[in-house]
Structures are given as structure tokens and as C-alpha cells.
């Protein structure tokens, strides 16, 4: 690795997760705006033009906002809690690749900051860990509302990950590799993925939305029955660290199912336009974008939609509907697999 | 040089956290000192170029045992354990045995030095390739095994944890 | 990250050898049944990370398969193990292994 | 035993299988969410924008003058009786020579008050008003931080000359006509009679 080359992934990172902060921030305001359109409301208006400015004025607020932590909680532990669910939720976007890469001379700098060819698993990991962020959050508060949320959560996300990855290898099994950019490539020559996996794409789409706890999987904070759930006894801005870190989630499974499923980047009839590379790639790039902002106004869509499910109703839904789905669906890829003699 | 000092930094943090695992009054604190060994486990496997077993050992000791020991524990509410009085000899025969065991595994490690790495031999990256092959193909019949195993430890914690075992032979 | 200059095995095997007395030790030294166990997960992961040096060291993949069923067995250990401490805290309210000296429940 | 017949047998019927499926019961709410989205929204912005009121909207109250000036309030009290909240006291003074061009008649309300906590604006107070004096306009009662401010004196009932309170849109126009008709003496004011 060059020195260019490691500046260049130095600036990336940075520039990844700058975005992924802002995308977050504005996607507060977004769904502000979006709840409000759909109820026949204006929204926040008053900050700035249309209300642009008020992600700044919240982040102020939070952030200037009194600080408590509990007596009887666990000090450390209940401060770690929040820095440990962000942590997980910006780790995860350095392996999904922005764009096919900008030429400069000989050397061709690729648009993702690292391409581990395990990056599938690296996701599951990463995901898999951000349990830890809520539970210790939620233990350490030394309160029964925010315990309860936490098991509750943590179970939700443990159930809810057991059919994500089999709805992933259905996938992998398609694709034969682990590596988002290997599989983002191979959507440029067929089809999008989800032609070949709509039963796979459904239950990540599901899975995505009780990974992030959105509504109508939002048991760990549903506020009639737990209060505010995990983070009840959290003010300020370890408050926001959680609630921010639930939309990076979201900004960064909207980009994963972009990606996996989406054909990533990649726009139909790209190379009939005969545009030069860089320039290809900064349209790619504004096309992925375009892709996440659609999945993030399904997400936000649904979750102004939806009542919220019964614990029970949630707990079948991942056992016994999605779980069964996804074995399935591994089964019919074999199988179609083995006749159309794709098999290796 | 890098991976080096990434070796003895993991290597130092696997070990304080090892032993704070033990020492530890609270379970959780034991719990997430335990989690902390795990990652830099999974570390030391990134350094040998096991990334895939890395990621696995990740999602299934630090993702799912983990975080069981955890639930188990918040269930149980254990953190308010009661003083554990061991008596001053088993203490002293606990040191004596397990500082035993480490002089005689030390010891053998010691005469492994002899043993260094084939260059010759070094895997390329890919290792989920190769994993694969050897899996299905020379190692079939204990995988298929293994997944029994799970399905019996299955039916047992299902059968274990039921509320009571009265109600559910009525 | 291909090649370790100058770690070789031995101090792998070092590292593996002092997790798993650490673990070793634990088991011994503690009576919660829950850290006991936690124990005995530290020790078969000393074992995995030799097995991985091993592996590493011949350039095969056996060792990592090893470590793969060692994982397996460990998942399903967990999973019965911690059902059994649940049904005996709910018998005997206590973790303690000393206070688990009679065979009836 | 069956009181009305207006009792419905509840049936819990086997769900079909679109209906056990969830999907199109998703998607049929979705798209009425989506709906939503392009209707007209239903919020005004307030304080740059008014709500269209009603015309016979009962807002803050207005003591009034007549052409010349005078206040018409006598201080007869029927409104005060009339009051079911009792939100409205007063207390009257005898007017003085040289006042004339002040109020009305020979007797005034030194002090009139409506506690606007109390006021339920049901309008009776200018339904028993035999001066046409009292009025509701279609002003909107401010807030404000503490109780006392909420008890309006005259000085901020009353209206000023120079920004006089339009209360057309409160009377019939057999009243208006009425009130114009300065043969009735009850309608004149005191530079009509020094004319």
C-alpha cells in the first residue's frame, strides 16, 4: 500500500463517516418532515428555510442539555453503553463500496475504504456485537423499565439476526463471494439481485427493520408499556448517541440492501453513456445515494404506517414465519442452482 | 513491525482481561472483560490471516454465547453476589495447581520453538475457499455430526429451561 | 497482516498456555458456577488460538476446522449448560457449586 | 334479556388466506399514507397566517364609544347579571360637568372589569346590553403568564378612537339602521344636541 493510497483511505474514512453523521442528523429532520406530510401536517418550519437548520438546533439542544446519570447505576458502565451502540453503528460503513473509483494516473483509488473479502460476515459481526451497546446501557441504568427494554431488545436482535443470515447465504450461495464489492460487480453485467432472491430481499428488508428497531419492531422503546425502554434514564447527549445511532443503522442497512440487493452503484444501461470514468463514478455514486434515500423513506414510510407488533406477535414472526422462509429459500437457490448447472 | 506490536498489544490485552475475568467481583464486569478477551482473540486470528474463522468467532462467541451469559446473569440478578469465602487452603491449591499446569504447558511450548513457520506453505487470502472444501469435502461426516449435536443441545435447553416440567407431562 | 517476522509459534503458544491456566485457575478459584463457566469458555478458547498458530504454521486449513467444532461443541455446551444453571437457580435461588453437595434437587 | 335490537352478533371468522398472508392489508394502508402525502396540508402558519373565522365568532370583548367619542356604557349592571360565569364586575360613578364629551350618560362604570379565565364567551352580556355598548369581537384573547393580567380593565376594553373595533358583523341590519336614526334621542350624542 502506497502512502497516497493510505492518505487517500484516511481521508475516505473520515469522509464516510462524516456522511453517515450527517445523513443521520438530516434524517431526523427528514422524518420529522415526512411524519408531518403524512398526517397533513407542514412540519418543522422555523429553523432556516423549511426548516433545514433544525438537526443544528437539536444537536444544540442535546447537546447543551443537563447530564444525569442515575445514583444507584453503574457509572462506567452506563457511560459505555451509548459510545459502544455508536461505535458499532459507524464501523459498519467502511466496507460498503460508494462507487466503482476515481482514476488518477495509473492508479485507480476505490470508492470503499476497505474490501475484506469476508465483508458479509464483518456486517453480521458488527451487527451481532451492537446488542452489547443496549444491554450494558440498560443494565447499568439500575432501573426495570430500562432492564426489561434491554432483554427485550437484545433478544429481538439476537432472533431477528438468526434469519438475516440466512437470508445472506441464499445470497452467497448465488454470488459465491463474501465481498460486497465482488457482489455489487456482478450486478453490473445481469440483473439486480433481488430479480434472482425477492423472498431473501423481503426477509433482510424485515430482518433490517427489527435489527434497527424501527417501528413496527420498536418493542425495546414502545413507550406505553417501558416507558422510553433502554435509554429511559438517559438524558442529554448520551440520549442522542442512541438515538442517532439508531438512524446511522438505518442509513447504513439502507446502503447494505442498496448493495446487496439493488445492484449497489450500479444504474441500468451505465456503459451505453458513454461517460468517462471519473465522471461515471461520481454519477454512480449520486445513483446509490438515491437508491439509500429510497429505502430510507420506506423505512420512515412503514414506520408512520404500522402499528407497532404484540412481543409475542414479534417473536413468532422471526421463529416461526421468517426463520422457516429463509431455510427455504436456501433450499429453492440449491435447487435451482443444481438444474441450471450453475453449480461449480 | 505494525503487526508486531499489534501482536503484543492484543496479546497484553487479552491477558489483563483474562485475569480481570476472574478476579472480578460483579459478573457482568467478568462478562465483558471475557467479551474483551474474545476480541483480542479474534485479533491475534486476523493477524494469522484467519479472517473468516475471526469473523465467526466474533458473531458466535462474542454475538450469541456472550450475550446469553449476559442475559443469563441480568435474569438471574446476580450482581449482588454474596462474598465468596473459600477457605486459605483451597486457595493456596488452586495457585499451586493451575501455576503447575502453566510451568509444564510452558515448558512444552518452550521446546516447540524449534517449530517455525513454513514459508513454503503459507495459505493465500481466500481462506473461506478453502474452509469450505476441506469442510464438505474431507470433513463431511463431522460436520453433519456437529449439527445433530446442536439439534440434541437444542431439544435439551428447550426441555431444560420449560417453567414446569409437571404442568407440561399433564 | 500476511506474514509475522518475527512472532513465531512460540509465542503463540505462550500467549495460549497463559490463557489457559488463567482459566484454569478461575475454574478453581471461584465458586460462582456462572464464572466457572465463563472459565472453562476462556480455556477452549486458549486451545482454539494454538490450534489457529498451528495452523497458520503448517499452512493448512486443518487446525481452523478444529477450532470450527471446537466452536460447534462450545455453542451447544453454552446452550445446555446455561439452561441447567437456570433450572438450578431456580431450585436453589444460589449459584454457589458448594452449596450443589446433595444429588437430590 | 334483548333491549333494542340494535345489538350486532360478533363473528370471528376464519381469516382468508390474503388476509393471513398481511401483505395486501400492508400495502392497501401504505398507500393510504402515501395518499396523505399529497393532500393539502392541513396546517396554517399562525402567527403570519390567520385562520378564516366564523362571522358570528365570539372573541375578546369591546366596550364601546359612539361617533363623538363618549363611552355608551351607563354601568346598568344587566350585563353582570347576565353573566353565567360571573366573569364580568363594575362599578359605577355619577359624571361630572365638562365630561359630557367622555360618556354618554349621566352615569358611567368607573371600573369594569371581565376576568377572562372566567368568561365562557356565550355572548349574553351583549344580548342583555340595552346601551349597545358591549360587544364580542372576532379578536382572539391573548395569553399570558400570570392570572391578574387575565382580568381585562378598561383600558383594555375599551376601544380607542383611533383604531375603532368594527362590530357590524355582530348586529342585524335593522339594528344598524336603527342606530343611525338620530331621531331617536337614545342615538344622539351630545354635539347632536348642541347642534
Not at chain 1, 44 to 69: S, T, V, W, Y
Not at chain 1, 118 to 126: A, F, K, P
Not at chain 1, 130 to 151: D, E, P, Q, R, T
Not at chain 4, 92 to 113: D, N, Q
Request: glycine share 8%; charged share 15%; hydrophobic share 50%.
Amino acid at each position: 500500500m502506497t502512502d497516497s493510497m493510505l492518505i487517500y483511505k484516511i481521508i475516505l474514512c473520515v469522509i464516510v463517516f462524516a456522511v453517515s453523521l450527517g445523513a443521520a442528523a438530516y434524517m431526523t429532520w427528514g422524518e420529522r418532515k415526512l411524519a408531518a406530510w403524512l398526517q397533513d401536517r407542514v412540519g418543522p418550519n422555523r429553523a432556516g428555510p423549511l426548516g433545514l437548520l433544525q438537526p443544528i438546533a437539536d444537536g444544540i439542544k442535546m447537546i447543551f442539555k443537563e447530564e444525569m446519570i442515575p445514583t444507584h447505576s453503574n457509572r462506567w458502565l452506563f457511560i459505555l453503553g451509548p459510545s459502544f451502540f455508536m461505535l458499532c453503528a459507524c464501523m459498519t460503513g467502511v466496507v460498503i463500496p460508494w462507487g466503482a473509483g476515481w482514476q488518477s494516473g495509473e492508479t485507480l483509488y476505490p470508492m470503499q475504504v476497505t474490501d475484506i473479502n469476508i465483508g458479509l460476515l464483518y456486517l453480521l459481526s458488527v451487527v451481532s456485537i451492537g446488542v452489547y451497546g443496549v444491554m450494558i446501557g440498560g443494565w447499568a441504568s439500575n432501573n426495570k423499565f430500562a432492564l426489561l427494554g434491554a432483554l427485550r431488545a437484545s433478544s429481538q436482535m439476537i432472533s431477528y439476526e438468526v434469519a438475516m443470515g440466512m437470508a445472506l447465504i441464499a445470497l452467497v450461495m448465488m454470488t459465491g463471494t463474501l465481498s460486497l464489492k465482488e457482489i455489487v460487480a456482478q450486478q453490473d453485467a445481469g440483473f439486480a439481485n433481488v430479480v434472482y432472491q425477492p423472498l431473501g430481499f423481503i426477509i433482510f428488508l424485515i430482518c433490517a427493520f427489527a435489527e434497527t428497531n424501527r417501528a413496527p419492531f420498536d418493542l425495546p422503546e414502545c413507550e406505553s408499556e417501558l416507558v422510553g425502554g433502554y435509554h429511559t434514564e438517559y438524558s442529554s447527549m448520551k440520549l442522542g448517541f442512541y438515538l442517532f445511532a439508531e438512524y446511522i443503522n438505518m442509513f447504513i442497512s439502507s446502503a447494505i440492501m442498496a448493495s446487496l440487493y439493488f445492484g449497489g452503484y450500479n444504474f441500468p444501461f451505465q456503459h451505453e453513456l458513454g461517460l468517462d470514468g471519473n465522471v461515471l463514478t461520481a454519477v454512480q455514486t449520486a445513483v446509490f445515494f438515491g437508491k439509500i434515500l429510497m429505502f430510507i423513506f420506506l423505512f420512515m414510510w412503514i414506520r408512520w404506517t404500522l402499528p407497532r407488533f404484540r412481543y409475542d406477535q414479534l417473536m413468532n414472526l422471526g421463529w416461526k414465519v421468517l426463520l422457516p422462509l429463509a431455510i427455504a429459500n436456501i433450499i429453492i437457490t440449491g435447487f435451482v442452482m443444481l438444474f441450471t448447472g450453475k453449480l461449480g | 513491525m505494525l503487526t508486531e506490536y499489534a501482536f503484543w498489544l492484543l496479546s497484553f490485552i487479552a491477558i489483563f482481561s483474562g485475569i480481570a475475568t476472574i478476579i472480578s467481583k460483579n459478573p457482568v464486569y467478568s462478562v465483558l472483560y471475557l467479551i474483551l478477551t474474545f476480541f483480542s482473540i479474534a485479533g491475534h486470528y486476523f493477524l494469522m490471516n484467519a479472517q473468516f474463522l475471526a469473523a465467526v468467532h466474533i458473531i458466535v462467541y462474542a454475538g450469541a454465547i456472550m450475550v446469553l451469559f449476559l442475559y443469563v446473569i441480568m435474569m438471574l440478578n446476580l450482581n449482588q453476589l454474596e462474598i465468596e469465602k473459600r477457605s486459605n487452603i483451597l486457595k493456596m491449591l488452586a495457585v499451586a495447581s493451575a501455576g503447575l499446569l502453566l510451568v509444564i504447558l510452558s515448558g512444552a511450548a518452550h521446546s516447540a520453538d524449534a517449530l517455525t513457520a513454513n514459508p513454503n506453505k503459507v495459505t493465500p487470502a481466500g481462506m473461506v475457499e478453502d474452509l469450505g472444501i476441506a469442510l464438505y469435502r474431507h470433513y463431511l461426516l463431522p460436520f453433519e455430526l456437529a449439527s445433530i449435536l446442536f439439534l440434541a443441545a437444542m431439544v435439551g435447553a428447550v426441555y431444560l429451561s420449560k417453567k414446569n416440567l409437571n404442568e407440561t407431562q399433564a | 497482516m500476511e506474514i509475522l517476522h518475527n512472532i513465531y509459534i512460540h509465542h503463540y503458544l505462550a500467549l495460549s498456555v497463559a490463557l489457559f491456566g488463567i482459566g484454569v485457575f478461575g475454574v478453581l478459584f471461584r465458586k460462582n458456577a456462572i464464572i466457572m463457566f465463563m472459565c472453562v469458555e476462556l480455556m477452549l478458547n486458549a486451545v482454539n488460538l494454538a490450534l489457529v498458530a498451528f495452523s497458520k504454521m503448517h499452512g493448512d486449513t486443518d487446525g481452523q476446522i478444529f477450532v470450527f467444532f471446537i466452536m460447534v461443541v462450545a455453542a451447544a455446551e453454552v446452550a445446555v449448560g446455561l439452561a441447567i444453571l437456570m433450572m438450578l437457580y431456580r431450585n436453589l435461588h444460589t449459584t454457589d457449586t458448594d452449596s450443589l453437595n446433595e444429588l437430590k434437587g | 334479556m334483548q333491549l333494542t335490537n340494535r345489538s350486532i352478533q360478533v363473528v370471528k371468522k376464519e381469516l382468508t388466506l390474503s388476509e393471513r398472508l398481511y401483505f395486501p392489508a400492508i400495502l392497501k394502508g401504505m398507500l393510504i399514507t402515501l395518499s396523505h402525502l399529497f393532500k393539502r396540508k392541513a396546517t396554517i402558519k399562525y402567527p403570519e397566517q390567520d385562520r378564516e373565522l366564523a362571522a358570528v365568532y365570539r372573541g375578546q370583548h369591546v366596550l364601546k364609544r359612539d361617533d363623538a367619542g363618549a363611552e355608551r356604557c351607563t354601568a346598568c349592571g344587566l350585563c353582570a347579571v347576565a353573566c353565567p360565569a360571573e366573569a364580568i364586575t363594575m362599578e359605577s360613578a355619577e359624571r361630572k360637568k365638562g365630561e359630557e364629551g367622555l360618556y354618554r350618560e349621566e352615569k358611567y362604570a368607573k371600573i369594569y372589569e371581565i376576568n377572562m379565565l372566567r368568561c365562557i364567551f356565550c355572548g349574553l352580556c351583549e344580548d342583555a346590553c340595552p346601551k349597545e355598548a358591549i360587544f364580542l369581537t372576532d379578536r382572539i384573547v391573548p395569553s399570558s403568564f400570570t392570572r391578574g393580567e387575565e382580568v381585562f380593565g378598561k383600558d383594555i376594553l375599551v376601544e380607542s378612537m383611533t383604531e375603532r373595533v368594527d362590530v357590524s358583523k355582530r348586529q342585524t341590519p335593522e339594528v344598524l339602521s336603527f342606530k343611525n336614526d338620530k331621531k331617536h334621542k337614545h342615538n344622539q350624542t351630545y354635539l347632536d344636541r348642541k347642534n
